[in-house]
Each structure stands twice: as C-alpha cells, then as structure tokens.
T-cell receptor, first 115, second 114 residues
Framework: AQKVTQAQTEISVVEKEDVTLDCVYE???????LFWYKQPPSGELVFLIR??????QNEISGRYSWNFQKSTSSFNFTITASQVVDSAVYFC????????????FGGGTRLMVKP | DADVTQTPRNRITKTGKRIMLECSQT?????MYWYRQDPGLGLRLIYY???????NKGEISDGYSVSRQAQAKFSLSLESAIPNQTALYFC?????????????FGPGTRLTVL
C-alpha cells in the first residue's frame, strides 16, 4: 500500500531563513507521481509541483526547489529566503499509476514564517 | 470562473441532519473525487468516480454516500451527520491517461456538525 510521511508537523522560521520540508513515501509501483501542494490560511489547495518516478532531476522555481531521491524514497521541498507569505500548510502526495490517479497525502507540515 | 466549484462553502448543521455537498466542474474531466481534511491527517479519500456509471469507495466511506448526476457533477451526502464529520471537504477532478496527472481541487467546503 502507498504511504506518505511528513514527519515535521510544524516548523517555525524567521523571515529570510532557508527551510526544508521533508517527505518520505512508500510504494510498490514503479510508475508513480509525487506532488506538493500549498494550503494558505484561506484554505484552498495550490498545486506547486508534479514529478514522475522516471525523472529524478531536481527542480528549481524561483525560491522553491525540490530534491527527489528514489534511493531514499524522499521528495523534499526547500524554500530559500523564506517570506511571511510562505506561511501555510504544505502537503506532499503520491499517486500510483495503478491506482487510478488517486492521491495519498501526507499529514502536512505547517510552516510559520515570522517577520 | 473557477474550473471546480463547491457549494456550499460553509455549512453548520446539527447532529442527525442530512447534508449534501455539491461539486461541479467545467474541465471536462471524467474522474472526480471527494476528500476530507482533518488536522494532522492530511486529505483522505472518501469516494471516487471514473465516469458517470462508476462509483467507488475510498479509504473512509462509512457514513457517506455519493451521486454522479452527470460528468460535470458529483455530490457527497451525509445521511445523518455526526460531530466527527466536522471537517474541510474537497472535491477534485482529473483526466485519465497512460500516466497519472495532477488533480484539480475545488475551494473546499467547511462543514461543522454540532
């Protein structure tokens, strides 16, 4: 069965610090997708990134970067020079190719960025 | 206009009442999902539908039922609401394909059962 673990339930940093949110997953499938979503205080889910299991290249988008390592079953998310607007709950999720696009979510990490 | 809409956005109800949450999408996707979010547990799948004639239970379907009235509409019902169904509910859609693609989420419905 697929499983996603976000061990950090809450992280607090001061603005401009770098912060990494950890995500570890379990799957028996060889074809799968990993996702990160952001949930700001307003409650909606904002899609950040999708990564398929065949692409282990790290990705950078502005202050955001993602490190995908199949050897450790991890898909970690780093925010560089954090800002107050980054304060949100962040979810990592897994979708197996054989599971009909159904997402399994981690429990989420609440990030608080203080000014 | 939003591609995935949910009504109502907020609802407060009493134990034992029947509640229906509605989801509509304009993305033309065949696949629709209902999730609930509880603090610390992330989102968990309640029901999913791959087309109008296909309905499947998810991880936590007890106490819920669904109806897929059309490709664009997928409703979630609580036949007799109870307090532990207080949660944030999300509808989502996706398109089928050889490889999984992202799910598109509605804005959520915050349900409180007193």
């Amino acid at each position: 069965a697929q499983k996603v673990t976000q061990a950090q339930t809450e992280i607090s940093v001061v603005e401009k610090e770098d912060v990494t949110l950890d995500c570890v997953y379990e799957t028996r499938d060889t074809t799968y997708y990993l996702f990160w979503y952001k949930q700001p205080p307003s409650g909606e889910l904002v899609f950040l990134i999708r990564r398929n299991s065949f692409d282990e290249q790290n990705e950078i988008s502005g202050r955001y970067s993602w490190n995908f390592q199949k050897s450790t079953s991890s898909f970690n998310f780093t925010i560089t020079a954090s800002q107050v607007v980054d304060s949100a709950v962040y979810f990592c999720a897994l979708s197996e190719n054989n599971a009909g696009n159904m997402l399994t979510f981690g429990g989420g990490t609440r990030l608080m960025v203080k000014p | 206009d939003a591609d995935v809409t949910q009504t109502p956005r907020n609802r407060i109800t009493k134990t034992g009442k029947r509640i229906m949450l509605e989801c509509s999408q304009t993305k033309g996707h065949d696949r629709m999902y209902w999730y609930r979010q509880d603090p610390g547990l992330g989102l968990r799948l309640i029901y999913y539908s791959f087309d109008v004639k296909d309905i499947n239970k998810g991880e936590i379907s007890d106490g819920y039922s669904v109806s897929r009235q059309a490709q664009a509409k997928f409703s979630l019902s609580l036949e007799s609401a109870i307090p532990n169904q207080t949660a944030l509910y999300f509808c989502a859609t996706s398109a089928p394909g050889p490889l999984s693609d992202e799910q598109f989420f509605g804005p959520g419905t915050r349900l409180t059962v007193l």
